[in-house]
């Protein structure tokens, strides 16, 4: 199964001699296990968020009709609330949030992984000099290009988390449906997530020997 | 009255139906399976529509470093993947249009080579299983033509979509569905029956 992580003696220049080496393929290992769950979260998110949206769509309509039909006929009294919709409404705003909280602990690994990125770059400048080593771990990436590549994920991961949560706070309380449609549009797109997201991380599975080249 | 020029005009007209039957088929089922990929083209319209409707600096978004742009591509890029695969539905049409057309072409090559043996009495007779040569080559070439043009139409409605031109975009799928023509079809399918005991003889 992908990601897991077994030493292939077909592979001998990720040997378990170097510690670095290790922790590098490791990492490319953890990353890939990250934007999967990331993924799935996504997928599972999706339909609650266009049910959240609609629920309030539909309750807002409900009430200026309510409104509308009241007012003719008695102006002092006040719209009858649908109160079973509020109910499933805060329900599937649980649910989002729930998966929310599984996405914050997601980039959390991913920010440790970065530190943990930083430190064998360190341990390599302590080394080898400002440099680093001469020969590289792989097949050609030196250690700064997996930090480098480490960090364009992160960065994007944590913007679109940003934009999630910001939209999480919003969806229940948007009444035009355009701007509710822009927030599912954001939701399912994830505009910070780059394209070639899958691409990199291909290349780095490939560069660490996870995927046969 | 020449009969080996009748009988080969009969087995060939044999085989072009059984090639209708299948390419019917085959059409069928890819004009069904682009009905997905319309919905998604209209949806994603409306997702484009709804973002040029909303101005993002007025909104909570606002502080997302070019969130428009960036949602804007991958809206265009989602309308690109359906509109290619679209693309791959309709070479797959066209590769029926082109199998009937060949076909038909070829059953009325062999026909107008034998005329002089085939003469008016003979094309028009017909018997209790049997309709007229007459009727069938008539039917074959209605057929034809409602593939042909079914595909032209369809190919033009798609080539005239610009990723630029919202509108055009949204009324996409309305006109893509008033393309139907539930009875001309119906036709086909009519004729195939009337040819059934025609083509299991002989």
């Given at each position: 199964m992908e990601g897991d992580i077994t030493v292939t003696s077909s592979n001998r220049k990720c040997s378990a001699v170097t510690g670095s080496a290790r922790k590098i393929k490791d990492n490319a290992a953890d990353w890939h296990n990250l934007l999967l769950r990331w993924e799935r979260l996504s997928e599972e998110s999706f339909p609650i968020a266009g049910n959240i949206v609609n629920l309030r769509l539909n309750s807002s309509q409900s009430k200026q009709l309510q409104q509308q039909v009241d007012e003719p006929l008695l102006p002092s009294s006040a719209p009858l609330q649908p109160t079973g919709g509020a109910a499933e409404l805060q329900d599937e705003c649980c649910k989002l949030q729930d998966i929310l909280n599984n996405m914050v602990v997601v980039v959390m690994k991913m920010e440790r992984l970065m530190v943990s990125q930083r430190g064998v770059l360190d341990l390599e400048e302590f080394q080898f000099g400002p440099e680093g080593r001469k020969v590289p771990l792989f097949h050609s990436w030196t250690t700064k290009q997996f930090g480098d590549s480490f960090r364009v994920l992160l960065d994007a991961f944590r913007q679109e988390l940003q934009l999630k949560q910001t939209i999480l706070q919003e969806l229940a309380h948007t009444v035009t449906s355009d701007l509710s449609l822009v927030y599912l549009s954001c939701w399912l797109h994830?505009?910070?997530?780059?394209?070639?997201t899958r691409m990199m991380l291909e290349a780095l599975l490939l560069e660490t020997g996870h995927r046969p080249l | 009255m020449s009969k080996p020029a009748l009988l080969s005009l009969q087995q060939t007209l044999r085989k072009s139906f059984h090639n209708l039957e299948n390419n019917q088929k085959i059409w069928t089922t890819v004009l069904s399976e682009c009905s997905p990929l319309m919905e998604s083209l209209g949806n994603l319209a409306e997702q484009l529509r709804a973002l040029s409707n909303v101005q993002i600096s007025n909104t909570p978004l606002r502080n997302f470093p070019d969130l428009e742009e960036r949602l804007r591509f991958k809206l265009l890029q989602a309308t690109d993947t359906v509109l290619g695969k679209l693309n791959d539905k309709m070479s797959a049409l066209q590769s029926v249009r082109d199998a009937i057309s060949n076909q038909v072409s070829a059953v009325f090559q062999l026909y107008e080579q034998n005329t002089d043996s085939l003469d008016l009495l003979t094309v028009t007779e017909r018997s209790a299983t049997n309709p007229s040569t007459a009727d069938m080559l008539e039917w074959l070439q209605d057929a034809e033509r409602y593939y042909r043009q079914q595909f032209l139409r369809r190919k033009t409605l798609l080539q005239t979509l610009r990723a630029d031109d919202l509108s055009l975009l949204e009324s996409t799928p309305k006109r893509w569905k008033s393309l139907e023509s539930p009875g001309a079809e119906e036709r086909i399918t009519d004729t195939l029956c009337k040819v059934s005991f025609f083509m299991e003889s002989q």
């Open positions: 994830q505009p910070f997530i780059p394209p070639q | -």
